[in-house]
């Protein structure tokens, strides 16, 4: 049993590590943006609201994002953990998953930040294609599929998200900036983050988070 919150910047690479740990330490990855990606496909009254949040990079409203979250979290196959990645990401919605764990009985063993400078986010969100039914993350540089339009573990079509287009994901920065980073304090002054360097090869980046929530799960 062990649960985590994956933090970092658009583009630091939260889906692609958050699907091998989940893998790796059998826990579920609960993605907002993956499920509110889904919702918008589908066009859910969910999805049609927060689609125009989401194609302008501005966050979706609380209340409907932790709606979606308690449900999700009250669901059987995250009895044996989760990790989270892209929530929480302003301090209301922090506290409000403190809350959550409160009334279940849970904590939070580990947060993780993957570090990123700008212009690497930059580089990797505009040659980022995904999955439309797996949400699996490639690059067409860094992390190429065999087949350019094809995902390589579903078979499935590769597509450009909207909001990676250049003037959306400035925008979203600008709100990691302003809403997220005090969320890293949020978790910091309670002894539980932990910054890894998220520059270097997938494989190298999951080894040092595995390492960090060691050393983090040592101290509690
Ligand atoms: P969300 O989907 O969470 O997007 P994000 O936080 O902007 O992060 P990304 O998914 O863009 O990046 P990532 O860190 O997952 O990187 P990835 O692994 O794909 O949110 C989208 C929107 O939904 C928000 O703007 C908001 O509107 C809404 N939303 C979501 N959650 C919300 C919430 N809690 N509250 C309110 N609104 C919410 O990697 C990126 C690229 O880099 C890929 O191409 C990958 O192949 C490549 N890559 C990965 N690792 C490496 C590496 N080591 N070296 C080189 N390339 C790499
Ligand atoms: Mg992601």
Request: aromatic residues 4%; contains cysteine; positive net charge.
């Amino acid at each position: 049993m062990m649960n985590l919150i994956l933090m970092g910047p658009p583009g630091a690479g939260k889906g692609t590590q958050s699907k091998l740990l989940s893998e790796r330490f059998l826990i579920s990855q609960v993605s907002t943006g993956d499920i509110l990606r889904a919702n918008v496909k589908d066009k859910t009254p969910l999805g049609q609201e927060a689609r125009e949040y989401m194609n302008r990079g501005a966050l979706v409203p609380d209340k409907l994002v932790l709606e979606m979250v308690v449900e999700r979290l009250s669901r059987g196959n995250c009895s044996n953990g989760f990790i989270l990645d892209g929530f929480p990401r302003n301090v209301p919605q922090a506290e409000a998953l403190d809350g959550m764990l409160k009334e279940g009985k849970k904590g939070i063993d580990a947060v993780i930040g993957i570090e990123v400078e700008k212009r690497e986010l930059i580089r990797r969100l505009s040659g980022r294609r995904v999955c439309r039914t797996c949400a699996a993350a490639y690059h067409v540089m860094f992390n190429p599929p065999v087949n350019i339009d094809t995902c390589d573990k579903c078979g499935k079509e590769l597509y450009q998200r909207d909001d990676d287009k250049e003037e959306t994901v400035d925008a979203r920065l600008k709100v990691y900036d302003s809403e997220t980073v005090p969320v890293v304090e949020y978790y910091r002054s309670r002894g539980l983050y932990m910054a890894v360097n998220g520059i270097g090869s997938v494989d190298q980046i999951t080894e040092a988070i595995v390492k960090a929530i060691g050393k983090g799960r040592g101290h509690t």
